[in-house]
């Protein structure tokens, strides 16, 4: 079963422009982590932002946590080309059990 | 550094012929290992996972079993392939709860 569900499942933005992606989980969790793919390759761990963190940096990106709602959200600032990927919440609500969102798929027009 | 392989990374299968992918993590000992498959333009499907040697946890019934002989090695298997079987087959490790997977670079596996 899907934890995650990421929003919007596609997004196309100019080279230079932020990305935003967005991602709802169900459950309470210990941490949440953003993953990136490109097509047809393995997934890349960007950031994991445990659940008593707000706000995380790395490079371009930015995740916020939102335990609440139950959401987070990645931006990606100053878009290039080679950011062109799909990207993956995922969280770890049950012990060693990684669950994935179903994607957004980022497309930077250069 | 910590490496992982995995292979093949193509495969094409009659139904009903048998599977071995194999995986295999260097640099690091007694990791957490993971198979997951992810279908055509869909989110990645949690299918086994191992916290050590001969120790499996399935997560969803199907035509397909694992087993760990190694501390560094995982290997996902069928007696008889299915056409449901073919997808993106992704071996993962980590190092404990709560910390970041690292991931082979998959098998893509159809089967005809």
């Known amino acids: 079963s899907q934890q995650g569900e990421e929003d919007p499942q596609a997004l196309s933005i100019q080279e230079g422009e932020n990305a935003t992606m967005n991602c709802s989980y169900k459950?309470?969790?210990?941490?949440l982590q953003w993953y990136r793919q490109n097509s047809g390759r393995g997934l890349v761990h960007l950031i994991l932002?445990?659940?008593?963190?707000r706000e995380k940096h790395s490079g371009r990106l930015r995740v916020t946590l939102d335990t609440s709602k139950k959401s987070s959200s990645l931006l990606i600032t100053a878009s290039r080309a080679a950011d062109t990927a799909s990207y993956f919440c995922?969280?770890?609500?049950?012990?060693?059990?990684?669950?994935f969102g179903t994607g957004t798929l980022l497309a930077v027009q250069p | 550094s910590q490496t992982i392989h995995q292979w093949p990374a193509t495969l094409v299968q009659p139904v009903g012929s048998p599977l071995s992918l194999e995986c295999t993590v260097e640099g690091t000992s007694n990791p957490n290992l993971y198979w997951y498959r992810q279908a055509a333009g869909r989110g990645l499907q949690l299918l086994f996972y191992s916290v050590g040697i001969g120790q499996i946890s399935s997560e969803v019934p199907q035509n397909l079993s694992a087993s760990r002989p190694q501390d560094r090695q995982f290997i996902l298997s069928s007696k008889k392939l299915l056409l449901s079987d073919s997808g993106f087959y992704l071996c993962a490790w980590s190092q404990g709860w709560g910390e970041g997977y690292t991931f082979g670079s998959g098998t893509r596996l159809t089967v005809v």
């Open positions: 995922a969280t770890d609500a049950v012990w060693n059990k990684l669950i």
């Open positions: 932002i445990r659940s008593n963190e």
């Open positions: 459950t309470s969790i210990n941490n």
